[in-house]
């Protein structure tokens, strides 16, 4: 993939545009003079002319293009703007003022075609539903699938989904290196950086303490991810942070597991309310218990989306460190067929 492309002579400016490429992740092709850039002109994801060249390079008549930038220093010349016209520039970028909108601009020139994924939450109705086995296996079987996919752990204080699947020692980013992001994230640089296996990545909370997770982040890993992988399946905690609210509100899905007994589906009960405020797409996953599956959907006024069977050897599976058979023959394997396809549907 080809750089993008900066001309100017100054060195404070140019500093500038060094740091926000390396916030895009990327690197800068550098031109001094506007016959060094006229091969590149064309085949750069984006083009930033420094002020102090402006007036040389609109001498060369360079032809129309999109994703042209004019960057000056603040404050900017009140002539910026004649210039920004002259060398065909969409906008006029005072630094470091419009530092963050630059890096979206590069991060996005950058960035391969969307896949527009689904983004599925998970949540458990009360403590031990099942819910982080069932979003995990989720993430599992659609990865099989050959869909490109990312498990995010919520739940700051649930462990890390990464040890659920015996993944906590794999090499790469968790939350807390991404804690202070904002803005656009490269959906691509994301998907590098993280513990991966397959078609499955992982975002998880790493061991010691968790701080909490900022809407800002949530927001922009989720932005990320649905352009970057076919399906982001989220583990929500059962008391929503602000953090678990924005997943909820960029989710296409809500799925809540509800255990079929009276008190499980009180606290479901409780726990869908609150989900309700944020999302609008909730449908219950019923555990086998001494009430009907589709009395215990009914009665929490959701559709039923399947029945998650009650797996012995499970606990022992994951304990080990090994990961659970979702075959189509398997009961487990069949709900998380099911859903996929459901969520595949909705892509």
């Not at 550098?30 to 609109?58: F, M, Q, T």
């Not at 929490?300 to 023959?329: F, Y």
Request: glycine share 10%.
């Amino acid at each position: 993939m080809h750089r993008p492309l900066v001309i100017t002579e100054d060195q404070d400016l140019l500093d500038d545009l060094v740091r926000v490429a390396a916030a895009a992740g990327t690197q800068l092709d550098v031109a001094h003079h506007p016959a060094v850039a006229r091969p590149y002109w064309g085949i750069a994801p984006v083009v930033v002319v420094g002020d102090d060249l402006a007036g040389k390079v609109a001498e060369t008549a360079p032809p129309a293009r999109e994703r042209v930038f004019l960057a000056a220093r603040e404050p900017a010349d009140p002539g910026a703007w004649r210039r920004c016209v002259e060398v065909g520039a969409q906008a006029v970028m005072d630094l470091p003022g419009d530092e963050r909108r630059l890096v979206e601009e590069f991060a996005e020139a950058l960035e391969p075609a969307s896949r527009a994924g689904v983004v599925a939450c998970v949540v458990g109705g009360r403590g031990g539903a099942g819910a982080s086995v069932l979003a995990a296996c989720l993430a599992l079987k659609a990865s099989a699938d050959r869909l490109a996919t990312l498990l995010v752990d919520a739940d700051r204080l649930g462990g890390g989904i990464d040890a659920l699947l015996g993944r906590e020692e794999a090499p790469g980013a968790r939350w807390s290196d991404l804690l202070a992001r904002e803005g656009r994230i490269n959906a691509g640089a994301l998907s590098a950086a993280l513990p991966a296996f397959g078609d499955l990545a992982l975002l998880s909370f790493g061991r010691g303490r968790a701080a909490p997770v900022p809407p800002a982040a949530m927001r922009a890993v989720l932005e990320a991810g649905r352009r970057g992988f076919d399906l982001v399946v989220v583990d929500l905690p059962r008391h929503l942070d602000p953090a678990a609210a924005e997943a909820l509100a960029r989710a296409d899905t809500t799925f809540a597991v509800a255990t079929a007994d009276v008190r499980g589906v009180l606290a479901t009960a409780q726990v869908v309310h609150d989900v309700a405020e944020h999302t609008a797409d909730i449908r219950a996953v019923v555990r086998p218990g001494a009430l009907d599956e589709r009395a215990v959907a009914h009665s929490l006024d959701l559709p039923l989306a399947g029945t998650l069977p009650d797996h012995p050897k499970l606990s022992a599976t994951l304990n080990r460190g090994e990961l659970p058979r979702l075959g189509p023959r398997t009961a487990l394997g069949g709900l998380c067929a099911t859903l996929v396809h459901t969520l595949a549907q909705d892509r």
